[in-house]
């Protein structure tokens, strides 16, 4: 059974950082190419971030220098630190476990970016 599950989200004032994580199980981790997206509330859901297995990276350009992905194979986790954020940067941000194919998604966690 795949299982991403998000955390790190929550309440953080403009200017501010934080760090999501996503826990994966289920998948053969170190094969798949990760990312992070988000939706606003009445947007579609756009691509933040991804990494692949080799470890190269790629970012929206609205998050390139303020955004960085990570993963763990070991720990079967990728990571996306965030700093300088925007108000604009409020959504609920997913994680994506992406191999040929497929896509599994996890749940969201929620980041609000508000004075």
């Known amino acids: 059974q795949v299982q991403l599950v998000e955390s790190g989200g929550g309440l953080v004032q403009p200017g501010g950082s934080l760090r999501l994580s996503c826990a994966t199980s289920g998948i053969i981790f170190s094969i798949y190419t990760m990312g992070w997206y988000r939706q606003a509330p009445g947007k579609q859901r756009e691509l933040v971030a991804t990494?692949?297995?080799?470890?190269?990276?790629n970012y929206a350009d609205f998050v390139k220098g303020r955004f960085t992905i990570s993963r763990d194979n070991d720990k079967n986790t990728i990571y996306l630190q965030m700093n300088s954020l925007k108000p604009e940067d409020t959504a609920v941000y997913y994680c994506?476990?992406?191999?040929?194919?497929?896509?599994?998604w996890g749940q969201g966690t929620q980041v609000t970016v508000s004075s």
């Open positions: 994506n476990a992406h191999f040929w194919r497929h896509d599994d």
């Open positions: 990494i692949t297995s080799g470890g190269s990276t």
